[in-house]
Structures are given as C-alpha cells and as structure tokens.
C-alpha cells in the first residue's frame, strides 16, 4: 500500500511564496506521475500540476509561470514551488500518484493566502 505525506501548507500574504512537499512510501511498481491537484471551498478539485518519470511537466493555465513542480525520484518526493501567490490560490492541495493499476491521494494540506 502506498501512502502520501504531504507538508508545507499554511497562511501566507499575497505575493508569497510557499513550498509543499509530498513524501510516498510503500512500493511503488513502474513508472508513475506525480502531480498536485487543489479544491478550494464549495469548489470541485482541479490539477495544478504534474510531472512524469521523465520530468515533463503539465500545468493548470492558473499557475502557469508561477508554480513550479520537480521531484526526487530517490526520495519518492514530489514537490510543488508557489510563488506570486493570490488569494484565488487559496484551497487544500492535494498529492496524487498514478501507476498503470493504482492512484493514490494524500490527506490534503491548506494553503491561505490572505493579508
């Protein structure tokens, strides 16, 4: 079974800067994508970001040229930069691993972004 650790969440101004981090143990077969989904409230859960074996990198048009998303495949630990932050960014964001059989979330971490 594969479980997904992540932290970094918090309260942050607009125009700040925040660094999550998604730690996966357990085992993990073939190649997978890691990536970063966030539901803000009363809202459906979307992408932000994801990133494949090979590093390629997908983003949500909303964050574009604001986020960035990179992983350590030694670690099994994706990670998700935030920079220029708004309040629309305001949400839990959410790990996921998919593999060909499985997909897996995290618990969730709140990011606020309010002055």
Do not use: H
Not at 20 to 40: D, T
Not at 44 to 62: C, F, H, K, M, V
């Amino acid at each position: 079974q594969v479980q997904l650790v992540e932290s970094g969440g918090g309260l942050v101004q607009p125009g700040g800067s925040l660094r999550l981090s998604c730690a996966a143990s357990g085992s993990i077969f073939g190649p997978y994508v890691m990536g970063w989904y966030r539901q803000a409230p009363g809202k459906q859960r979307e992408l932000a970001a994801t990133i494949a074996n090979g590093d390629s990198t997908n983003y949500a048009d909303p964050v574009k040229g604001r986020f960035t998303i990179s992983r350590d495949n030694a670690k099994n630990t994706v990670y998700l930069e935030m920079n220029t932050l708004k309040p629309e960014d305001t949400a839990v964001y959410y790990c996921n691993v998919v593999t060909k059989w499985a997909s897996y979330w995290g618990q969730g971490t709140q990011v606020t972004v309010s002055s």
